[in-house]
């Protein structure tokens, strides 16, 4: 019997923007995007948000740099 993975999806914010104007943002795709990534599945999160790799180096090289 296969384990099924957890369903993390039901825990993530809604998109602000796109609750209140029906527009999505700039940022929208990047929690879907990044838990894929969490799963493996690498092409996944970039078709999701192709900025996902970029944000996170980004993010990583900061958070190093303040250290």
């Known amino acids: 019997q296969k384990e099924k993975p957890l369903d993390l999806e039901k825990y993530m914010l809604p998109c602000l923007s ?3 104007f029906g527009m999505e943002c700039l940022g929208c795709g990047f929690q879907r995007g990044f838990l894929l990534l969490l799963q493996g599945d690498f ?3 970039f078709n999701m948000y192709p ?3 970029t944000s996170l180096s980004l993010w990583l090289r900061r958070a190093t740099l303040s250290c």
């Open 43 to 45: 092409s996944g999160a």
């Open 18 to 20: 796109k609750t209140l």
């Open 51 to 53: 900025a996902i790799f």
